[in-house]
C-alpha cells in the first residue's frame, strides 16, 4: 500500500472516530448489528462477499445513513476500510477479502451513527500468519 493511502485510511479512520461522540446525542441513533460474517466464517483473500446486516430495527429518520465498515483483528481496530460511503439501510455491501496476514481473530465494524462489531471469523490465503 501506498504511504498516501495509508496515511488517508489512518485520517479517516480518526476522523469518523472523532465524529462518532458528537452524533450520539441526536435522536434516531442506528447501530446495526452484523450477520455475516460470523463465528465460523473463512475467507480468503481477493474473494468477494456481502457483508450483512440487520436493518429491522431502523428507525425512520436517522441520523447518518453513510456507512462504512472496517476490519478489526484481535478485538482492536485496523486502518483498513473494506468499504465505505454505501446507504446502511441496504441491509448488504460486497466487499472484497484485503491481503492481510492469516488469522482467525479478525472482527468487522459496521459504523453508521456509532460502531457494532461482528464475531470473530478467520482470513486464509496468504502464506503468513501470526
Ligand atoms: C451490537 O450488536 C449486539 C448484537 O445484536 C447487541 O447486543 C449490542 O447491544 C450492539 N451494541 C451496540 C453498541 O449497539
Ligand atoms: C451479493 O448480493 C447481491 C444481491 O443479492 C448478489 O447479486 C451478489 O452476487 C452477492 N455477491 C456475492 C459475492 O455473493
Ligand atoms: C422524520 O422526519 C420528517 C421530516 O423532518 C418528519 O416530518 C417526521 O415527523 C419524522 N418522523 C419521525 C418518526 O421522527
Ligand atoms: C475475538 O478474539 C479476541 C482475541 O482472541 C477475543 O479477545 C475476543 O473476545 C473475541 N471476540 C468475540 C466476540 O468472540
Known amino acids: 500500500m501506498k504511504f498516501t493511502s495509508l496515511l488517508l485510511a489512518v485520517v ?3 476522523t469518523v472516530a472523532l465524529a462518532i461522540p458528537v452524533n450520539l446525542d441526536k435522536r434516531d441513533v ?3 448489528p452484523i450477520l455475516y460474517p460470523h463465528s465460523g466464517t473463512v475467507w480468503t483473500i481477493n474473494e468477494r462477499h456481502n ?3 440487520d ?3 431502523a428507525p425512520v429518520n436517522i441520523t447518518n445513513s453513510k456507512g462504512l465498515i472496517m476490519l478489526r483483528k484481535d478485538n ?3 486502518p483498513l476500510i473494506l468499504a465505505e460511503g454505501f446507504n446502511i439501510l ?3 455491501f460486497e466487499i472484497t477479502v484485503p491481503w492481510v496476514v492469516e488469522g482467525d481473530d479478525y472482527s468487522l465494524v459496521l459504523f453508521g451513527d456509532s460502531g457494532n ?3 470473530n471469523f478467520t ?3 496468504s502464506d503468513i500468519s501470526f
Do not use: C, D, K, Q
Open 55 to 57: 436493518t429491522s430495527n
Open 30 to 32: 442506528f447501530v446495526p
Open 117 to 119: 462489531w461482528s464475531e
Open 76 to 78: 482492536m481496530a485496523t
Open 51 to 53: 457483508v450483512t446486516w
Open 90 to 92: 441496504l441491509g448488504r
Open 123 to 125: 482470513i486464509t490465503g
Open 12 to 14: 479517516s479512520f480518526f
